[in-house]
Each structure stands twice: as structure tokens, then as C-alpha cells.
């Protein structure tokens, strides 16, 4: 097995953030800046201000991502660039912020919010990096203002996809949600789920759990749950081009689900007449995942299996810097893999989805 | 293994940490409660910086429900993944694997036995009548 040393790696997960929320201001109105330091920007995260799940490391991130300057992990693009870009050849990076903006229940205030925080992220990241790139951020409860937030933006270089959150109030593939996957698709911008989201739901299905490692394994639950809404409710058969990305979904989960979803189209296809192919077929033509966090079977060659399964043009790599369960990407691939394969892994697949 | 001057011990107190170099190799060491560990500063799961983890203890829950938290402060918890090390032995605690994290001996030792090490002469100039923090590696 050869290890050919790859560089210009392609990071589908980064995670930036704000020192705090004031960053956002210059980009936020009057009344919005003095509406967010009276009242602040609720979520649908019942009973709790913040996230619904105490993480393990502080602010969810590595404890030595702090910038030297201060502030939290991942709120300096100068020590961004050393830690990740730097030291791990990162050649093209994603953005996927996850700063209080998508989720929040005022809609007019998320609107704003997504607004300020693209901005945010095409003026003071991608227009100082040219490594990075952003995902436009969309109120995703009010799917018309996100269309038009995806408009806003459309043909804007900094952006490379239009990202949402994989727990919405309704299932992703609900037709309310159209509006963001035809804006998208005329954008030209595939549209990347990332796990999370502050939908009012818990993680699981059967309630809230009480462990954060149930949220942390609950992510591929309900990741496929949104992945069956999207193929079942016909958005890819409206939608043929559209390109959807999920994010630290995992994905060993894929072929079973799809093999399950052909058994049953099969025998309930008088139900969903409006779809004209297999359930498989559409996953396979218009979905992609990323690595991040990579399942560790204790025989690592079980992941070539899944890799092969599923199809190394079809996931990846991503590292979900800062965050604390971050994948290296000169390890993440530890069972043997030819370099082409590699190749499409760190880099290709990338290119080709993102057309960078 | 040559031994290694860390530090005199004197500058190196309880409750704290230092990372050291030793012919390109990275050596968390730490001072816990009078006592000397040190440790390849890299996890051995993947790669994380362990000198920058969280000193924690042992908790066992010999049964759902009820807990036993001992050892406080003994335990290395990788500032990444959180995968969790004995700093006595290196060991991981998470019995489905085998990961261990490596370990090299930290002793104290009289000036005037010291083999010469790389920092003493240039960082750390203090008198034979002093303490050291050497270690092995």
C-alpha cells in the first residue's frame, strides 16, 4: 500500500465562530443589535439558553485550539490557518458556522441574524484566506426568506453551498422547505446538512435522552430520518440536480438504509407514485457525505467495506476543527486504500461537488 | 535511555505541567502532588497533545446508578477526544482497547549525579546544591 503524501486537502467541516455576538454588529441594524442585547435570540431548546447537552470539552472544542490571543476555538482565522490549514495541508476549507443565527424562533431576527453572519463570513474569513470558503446560512423556518437569502448571495464566489441544519421543525424533505432546494439548485450550490439543530425535537425519536453520548450516536438517527423525508417526499425527482451533503452524519449507516428503503419501495411504490426510481438511485445520483467523526471498528478494514459499498466518489474528508472530536487527515484513513481512492477522499470528490 | 534534565525542582511545583523536547521527541511531564510523570506527548489514539489535557480521576460504576470517583488528579484526559490515561501506568481505562499511552520515568535526583542535559546549561542554571527534575527518555 502505497501512502502518497497528499497536499491542497479539501476540509468539508470547519467550524468558525464569533468572539462574541457583538462581531456580528456591523452588519445588524439598529434595532436588531439593541432587540439582541434586550431580549437575546432564543432557540427551540427548551428549558436551556444554550445547546441542549453539556459537551465534554469546553465550547465543544479541542482544549488546544484556544487562539493565543484569546477568545474561543475557532475565533481567530490567524491561528485557524496555523493549527488547521498549516499543519494538516488543507488547501480548500468550508465554513459551517454554527453561531446563534439559523433556528432562531423570531423569524425576522434569524433573517437578520443569517444575513449579518454571512457577511461575517465572506468579509473577515474568505476575503482574508483565499484557502476558505463559506456556506451561505438561511433562516430555515422561513424557507421564503432563505430562498431569498440564497439569492442574495447567488454567484457570489465566497459561497459554496447554502447550509441547514439536519433537525428542522419538519422533516427535511417537507414541502415547506422547497423554496430553500429550488433556490439552491438555481444557485448553482449544493446544500449541506449538518447534524444538529434546534428544532424542539429531542435527538432521538423515543424522547430525550439523558446522556450526551446518546446525542452524540443520535446525529445518524436522525440524519437518516431527514435522508428518508428528502427521497420519499420527491425532492430529488423535482429536483435532479440538486446536490445535498451530509455533514458529521456518519455514513456507515447508508447502504443498509438504502437496501431497507428499496425493499419497501418495492411493495409500497402505489403510495409515492410520484417517485421514478429507486430510493437507492437518488441517494446515489444526489447525495455525498463527509468523514467526520469516522467510525473506529475495532478491525479498521470493515470501513473499506462501508467505503466500497457506498463508493469513494461519494464521501468526503472533514475534519470539524475545532471541535473536540476532530479527525487528523493523516490518520483518518488507516486500513489500506489505493491512492486514487485517497485522492478522491481528500481532494476530488470535493472539487467536483463544490467546483472548486 | 539518557536521562534528561527537566527542571530544578524547585521551579516545577505541584499542579503544574511542562512540555519538553527531547532529541525531537515532545515529553509532557507533570508535577501531581509532589510526584513526577511524564509522558510521549502524543495520544496514542490519534495524535492528540496530552500535556494539554484535563488532570481528572477514576470513576467506576461497579453498577448503573451508583458511582466510585478515586484517584483524583491521576488521570490524563487527551484535550481531543478525551480518551482517558493512567499517568502511573499509561494505561487507557477503556478496557475494549488497547491503547496506552507511553511513559518514561521522572525521578528526582542530586546535582552532582546529573548526566548533562540539554536544557541545563543554556535555560536553567542553578547550583549543584539544588534539586532537579530529570527525566529518562
Known amino acids: 500500500m502505497s501512502t502518497e503524501k497528499l497536499t491542497g486537502i479539501a476540509d468539508c467541516d470547519i467550524h468558525p465562530t464569533v468572539r462574541t455576538m457583538a462581531e456580528l454588529e456591523p452588519w445588524l441594524s439598529r434595532q436588531w443589535i439593541e432587540h439582541f442585547r434586550t431580549y437575546g435570540a432564543l432557540r427551540n431548546t427548551q428549558y436551556v439558553s444554550g445547546a441542549p447537552y453539556h459537551k465534554s470539552q469546553p465550547n465543544a472544542s479541542r482544549r488546544d485550539a484556544y487562539p493565543p490571543e484569546g477568545g474561543p476555538q475557532g475565533s481567530s482565522l490567524a491561528f485557524l490557518r496555523t493549527q488547521l490549514l498549516d499543519q494538516h495541508s488543507i488547501g480548500f476549507g468550508i465554513l459551517n458556522p454554527l453561531v446563534q443565527a439559523q433556528g432562531v424562533r423570531n423569524l425576522a431576527h434569524s433573517a437578520a441574524l443569517c444575513r449579518a453572519l454571512n457577511h461575517w463570513q465572506a468579509e473577515t474569513w474568505v476575503a482574508n484566506e483565499p484557502r476558505l470558503r463559506a456556506s451561505i446560512v438561511v433562516p430555515y423556518e422561513d424557507p421564503e426568506a432563505s430562498a431569498e437569502e440564497i439569492r442574495h448571495w447567488a454567484g457570489n464566489a465566497a459561497f459554496v453551498q447554502v447550509l441547514l441544519l439536519s433537525r428542522t421543525s419538519f422533516p427535511t424533505g417537507n414541502k415547506r422547505y422547497w423554496p430553500i432546494f429550488g433556490a439552491a439548485v438555481e444557485a448553482g450550490l449544493p446544500v449541506g446538512i449538518h447534524a444538529f439543530g434546534n428544532s424542539g425535537w429531542p435527538v432521538s425519536n423515543v424522547g430525550w435522552p439523558s446522556f450526551y453520548l446518546e446525542e452524540m450516536v443520535g446525529h445518524a438517527q436522525t440524519s437518516q430520518s431527514g435522508l428518508v423525508s428528502l427521497v420519499v417526499e420527491g425532492v430529488f425527482e423535482r429536483w435532479p440536480a440538486l446536490k445535498v451533503v451530509l455533514i458529521e452524519s456518519g455514513f456507515t449507516w447508508a447502504p443498509s438504509l438504502m437496501w431497507r428503503l428499496d425493499h419497501a419501495f418495492r411493495t409500497l411504490r402505489s403510495e409515492v407514485p410520484h417517485l421514478k426510481l429507486l430510493p437507492s438511485e437518488y441517494v446515489r445520483r444526489n447525495v455525498w457525505w463527509t468523514s467526520q467523526p469516522l467510525d473506529e471498528p475495532e478491525n479498521k478494514r470493515y470501513l473499506a467495506d462501508m467505503f466500497n459499498w457506498l463508493g469513494w466518489d461519494k464521501i468526503m474528508f472533514s475534519s470539524d476543527y475545532p471541535h473536540w472530536d476532530f479527525d487528523d487527515p493523516a490518520r483518518v484513513i488507516a486500513f489500506p486504500a489505493s491512492d486514487e481512492d485517497r485522492r478522491k477522499f481528500f481532494i476530488g470528490n470535493a472539487r467536483h461537488v463544490y467546483g472548486a | ?137
Do not use: K
Open chain 2, 1 to 137: 535511555m539518557a536521562r534528561h534534565v527537566v527542571a530544578p525542582a524547585a521551579e516545577f511545583p505541584p499542579g503544574t505541567r511542562r512540555l519538553i523536547d527531547v532529541d525531537g521527541r515532545a515529553i509532557a511531564v507533570f508535577n501531581i502532588a509532589g510526584e513526577y510523570f511524564a509522558m510521549l506527548n502524543r495520544c496514542p489514539h490519534n495524535g492528540g497533545s496530552l500535556v494539554e489535557g484535563v488532570l481528572t480521576g477514576l470513576l467506576q460504576s461497579p453498577t448503573p446508578g451508583e458511582y466510585e470517583y478515586s484517584r483524583q488528579g491521576e488521570i490524563i484526559r487527551c484535550p481531543w477526544h478525551g480518551w482517558e490515561f493512567d499517568v502511573r501506568t499509561g494505561r487507557s481505562f477503556c478496557s475494549a482497547v488497547r491503547a496506552r499511552a507511553r511513559q518514561f520515568p521522572v525521578h528526582i535526583e542530586d546535582g552532582q549525579t546529573l548526566v548533562e542535559g540539554p536544557y541545563r546549561a543554556e535555560t536553567l542554571p542553578v547550583s549543584v546544591e539544588d534539586s532537579y527534575v530529570v527525566v529518562e527518555a
